[in-house]
């Protein structure tokens, strides 16, 4: 099992609990895969501030984080994130209609063992988004500059993926992986 480090800091998720328009486009994204889910897990979750707009749309939402910083910003804003690494959890398979990453795989040494683990926890769709192209982050394992065929081959007939751009011309990926 990979062990993940708590590499940002309080502050750093202090500025970024909250939605911004940005982050609201990539989600934008990614909602339409989550369409007649009736439960999601966020991987890789940070301080949730995802969770409240997935229960907003009639969904149970859990969140996961290894982060204790994240951990401290969710307890001050009421979000529950429970300690679990993306790539292996204790939770039972088939045990969420959808599973959802927002930037987690870049971060990862081995981001496939994550898309493995969502697959295992979904019992329809798991959706993963990563930013495409350099960004200065030294918590990034990867920088993509496409989504690597190499992580979904191995899904089949189940995967699909495209590229899309933020309004700030920043790029983005999303990979679909059907249960």
């Known amino acids: 099992m990979e062990q993940l480090v708590d590499t940002y800091c309080e502050e750093y998720y202090a500025n970024v609990h909250n939605m911004t328009p940005k982050f609201t486009e990539e989600l934008d994204a990614i909602l339409p895969y989550l369409e007649g889910?009736?439960?999601?897990?966020?991987?890789?979750?940070?301080?949730?501030?995802?969770?409240?707009?997935?229960?907003?749309?009639?969904?149970?939402?859990?969140?996961?984080?290894?982060?204790?910083?994240?951990?401290?910003?969710?307890?001050?804003?009421?979000?529950?994130?429970?300690?679990?690494?993306?790539?292996?959890?204790?939770?039972?398979?088939?045990?969420?209609?959808?599973?959802?990453?927002?930037?987690?795989?870049?971060?990862?040494?081995?981001?496939?063992?994550?898309?493995?683990?969502?697959?295992?926890?979904?019992?329809?769709?798991?959706?993963?988004?990563?930013p495409l192209g350099f960004r200065v982050d030294p918590t990034h394992e990867h920088n993509f500059e496409t989504i690597p065929e190499l992580l979904v081959q191995k899904f089949g007939r189940r995967a699909e993926w495209f590229e899309a751009c933020r309004e700030d011309s920043k790029r983005f990926g999303v990979i679909v992986l059907r249960a």
Not at 67 to 88: E, K, T, Y
Not at 111 to 130: C, F, G, T, W, Y
């Open 37 to 130: 889910c009736r439960s999601v897990l966020d991987m890789g979750c940070g301080t949730g501030r995802t969770l409240p707009i997935y229960e907003s749309l009639g969904m149970c939402a859990v969140g996961i984080d290894t982060s204790l910083a994240a951990h401290h910003i969710a307890d001050v804003h009421g979000r529950v994130v429970i300690d679990q690494n993306a790539c292996c959890t204790w939770m039972p398979s088939k045990s969420f209609d959808a599973v959802v990453s927002l930037h987690l795989l870049e971060h990862l040494k081995e981001p496939q063992e994550a898309l493995k683990e969502s697959v295992r926890l979904s019992s329809k769709v798991a959706v993963h988004l990563i």
